[in-house]
C-alpha cells in the first residue's frame, strides 16, 4: 500500500496521463457543445500535457523538486485554448505545493488539488460553473474531507476519482447549453482522464499507446529580425575557413581524422572533409592561429579566411537597436489570404491557427519576443485562444505584451486598422478594443453532429450562420445560409465585407456578392479571399 509518492513515481503519473488524454483526445474533442468542426478540448489537453511530458522526460533528475518545476515549465510553454491553460494552472497550482516536499503523502496531496483548484479559478476572468472548474474544485473538497482517514494513496485516488465523476455528470445541471446539447463539460472529462492517468500509475499499472511529443514548428509570417537574446551568446570568437592542399606524403587519412577530433576539442562548428588529395576545413575558434598551425602538419593552406564574428554580432545588434520601434502587432490566423491582408494591414507576425489548430502559450511568445519592440499587441482572433495569450506575457523577456481580446478575424482587421504609430500605447490600445464594438461578425460553417440547439435541429452537414454567441440561420446550401445570415445581423450597416474559405471558389463568392448586392444595393459589398478552413465565409458589416 502506498502512503506517499516520490519523484519516480510523479513522473510515471504525468506520462501515464499524457497517454491515456491522447488516447481518448478524440473522445473529449466530440464532446464540444457547438456543433462546429472545432471541437478541440481535448487535442489542446493533450498538447499541453505533451509539452509537460517533453520537460519531465528532459529533467536530469527524479527529484519532486526538479520534477515539479519541469511540469509547471512545460504546462505553462504548451499550453493551447483555454481548457489547456486551465489545465496548466491546475498542474501549476498542484505543483507549487509538490516541490516543498521531498516525497508527497496524502495531507500534501489534497493541499495540492486544493491550490491548483484555486490557481484555475485565478486565471479565470469570469469563471463558470458546470466545467472543469467544477470539476477540479470537487475533487480538491473531497480530497480536503478523506485526507485524515485515507490509510493509503489507492484508496485515496478512488474516493477523488468517484467524486470528480459525480462532479462531471452534475455538469450539465449546471450549465444549461451542456443540457441542451446532451453532454457533459469536455474539459472536465479531459481532467479525469489525466487522474484516472495518475492513479495507474499510483497503482504500478502502465496506459498502453505512445506518448507524443509535440514538434516544434517554426513561426511563420514574416518575422525577420533575429532574437536580441542570441545575438550576444558567442562562445568562440573566429569563424575559420582554409583548404590544406599539397598534403605531405607521411599523411594519413588517420593524421585528417586525428586534426578533426583536435578541432573539436579548441572550437565548435567543425567541418573537415576530403582525402589526401585536399581537405575543406572549417571551425569557429577562439585560437585560429592554432588551427592553421596544427593544419601545417599536414600540409600547406590555401584560400585562408578568418572573420571576427564578435564584430559582425556588435553590427547586428547596433543594427538591431537602431531599428526598434515602440509598438508592433501580432495576429493568429488561418489561411494565405487573411495573412496577406494581416500584413497588408501592417501586422509584423501571423502565426498560423485558429479554430482546431489553437497555438501554444509558448507560440505566442516565441512570435513576440522576436519583434523588435517593446510593446506588442496580440490579436488572437479566436476567443479559445485569448487564454493562451494573457499567459504569454509572463514566458517574455524585455517586451510588453497586450492582449487585444478579439474573438474572430475581421475583429482582428478592425483592431489593426485602428493602430497609428504616432500615438501613445495606451490610446492605441483604447482604440483598437473600442473598434471592436464597431463590426458586427457573421461567420458560416457547417455541422459536425445532430443536435438540437437555440431552437435549431441539426444534422451532420447542415450549413450553419452564426453570429458571436448562437446560431442565426441553417440549411442545406452555403450561399443561402449566408444571404439569410446576412439579413439578420444588418441592420443600417453600409460596408459588407464577405471572406471566402478554402472550400469556396471564386465563381460562388462572386455569384454571392451579386446576389448581396442586389439585395442592397445601397451597400457596399467587398470581397476577400481569405483562404480560411472550415469556414466558409467570415462576414464583416460597418
Do not use: W
Not at 599539397?246 to 576530403?274: H, W
Not at 564574428?309 to 515602440?326: C, D, G, T, V
Request: hydrophobic share 40%; net charge negative; charged share 25%.
Amino acid at each position: 500500500m502506498k502512503k506517499t509518492i516520490n519523484g519516480s513515481v510523479l513522473k510515471q503519473m504525468i506520462l501515464n496521463a499524457a497517454k491515456i488524454l491522447e488516447i481518448n483526445r478524440a473522445t473529449v474533442d466530440s464532446l464540444n457543445v457547438f456543433p462546429v468542426p472545432d471541437g478541440d478540448t481535448g487535442t489542446n489537453m493533450s498538447l499541453t500535457l505533451q509539452s509537460a511530458t517533453k520537460e519531465v522526460l528532459a529533467c536530469p533528475t527524479n527529484k519532486v523538486l526538479d520534477l515539479s518545476e519541469a511540469i509547471t515549465k512545460g504546462a505553462l510553454r504548451g499550453a493551447r485554448g483555454n481548457s489547456g491553460v486551465i489545465l496548466s494552472q491546475i498542474l501549476r497550482g498542484m505543483c507549487n505545493v509538490f516541490k516543498t516536499v521531498e516525497e508527497i503523502d496524502i495531507r500534501t496531496f489534497s493541499a495540492a488539488l486544493k491550490n491548483g483548484a484555486e490557481v484555475a479559478y485565478g486565471a479565470v476572468s469570469k469563471p463558470k460553473e458546470g466545467t472543469v472548474l467544477t470539476v477540479i474544485r470537487m475533487v480538491a473538497e473531497t480530497a480536503q474531507s478523506i485526507r485524515r482517514k485515507c490509510p493509503d494513496f489507492e484508496t485515496f485516488f478512488t474516493e477523488i476519482i468517484e467524486a470528480g465523476n459525480a462532479a462531471l455528470e452534475l455538469t450539465p445541471t449546471l450549465l444549461p447549453v451542456l443540457k441542451k446539447a446532451g453532454v457533459v463539460d469536455a474539459g472536465g472529462k479531459g481532467l479525469m482522464f489525466v487522474l484516472e492517468g495518475m492513479q495507474k500509475a499510483v497503482l504500478g499499472e502502465d496506459v498502453s499507446g505512445e506518448v507524443v511529443v509535440p514538434v516544434e514548428k517554426p513561426s511563420e509570417g514574416g518575422i525577420e529580425h533575429a532574437d536580441i537574446r542570441s545575438l550576444a551568446e558567442i562562445e568562440f570568437a573566429y569563424c575559420t575557413e582554409f583548404f590544406i592542399i599539397n598534403l605531405k606524403k607521411k599523411t594519413t587519412v588517420a593524421d585528417i581524422e586525428r586534426f578533426k577530433e583536435y578541432l573539436m576539442s579548441i572550437g565548435d562548428s567543425v567541418i573537415v572533409i576530403g582525402d589526401l588529395e585536399f581537405v575543406k576545413v572549417h571551425v569557429h575558434t577562439n585560437s585560429p592561429g592554432v588551427a592553421l598551425t596544427k593544419a601545417l602538419e599536414l600540409g600547406e593552406l590555401d584560400k585562408l579566411k578568418i572573420e571576427n564574428m564578435l564584430e559582425q554580432n556588435r553590427a547586428l545588434i547596433r543594427k538591431y537597436e537602431a531599428e526598434k520601434k515602440e509598438m508592433g502587432m501580432v495576429s493568429v490566423s488561418a489561411g494565405d489570404g487573411l495573412s496577406r491582408i494581416f500584413k497588408d494591414l501592417s501586422v509584423d507576425a501571423v502565426i498560423e491557427g485558429g479554430q482546431s489548430m489553437n497555438p501554444s502559450a509558448s507560440d505566442i511568445a516565441d512570435a513576440v519576443q522576436k519583434i523588435n519592440a517593446d510593446n506588442v499587441f496580440v490579436f488572437p482572433n479566436n476567443k479559445n485562444i485569448i487564454l493562451a495569450a494573457e499567459q504569454a506575457k509572463s514566458l517574455v523577456e524585455n517586451r510588453t505584451i497586450h492582449v487585444i481580446p478579439t474573438k474572430n478575424i475581421p475583429q482582428g482587421f478592425a483592431a489593426a486598422l485602428a493602430f497609428n504609430p504616432e500615438l501613445p500605447v495606451d490610446e492605441n490600445k483604447a482604440n483598437m478594443i473600442h473598434a471592436l464594438d464597431a463590426v458586427t461578425v457573421g461567420q458560416v460553417t457547417y455541422a459536425v453532429r445532430n443536435t438540437k440547439l437555440y431552437g435549431f435541429e441539426l444534422s451532420v452537414g447542415d450549413i450553419m450562420g452564426l453570429d458571436n454567441k448562437k446560431i442565426l440561420a441553417i440549411g442545406k446550401n452555403v450561399a443561402d445560409v449566408t444571404l439569410e445570415l446576412v439579413e439578420k445581423l444588418r441592420s443600417d450597416e453600409e460596408i459588407i465585407t464577405l471572406y471566402y474559405g478554402q472550400d469556396v471558389s471564386e465563381e460562388d463568392a462572386n455569384a454571392l456578392r451579386d446576389r448581396i448586392q442586389e439585395k442592397y444595393p445601397d451597400c457596399d459589398i467587398e470581397l476577400h479571399y481569405g483562404g480560411q478552413p472550415i469556414y466558409y465565409y467570415y462576414i464583416a458589416l460597418e
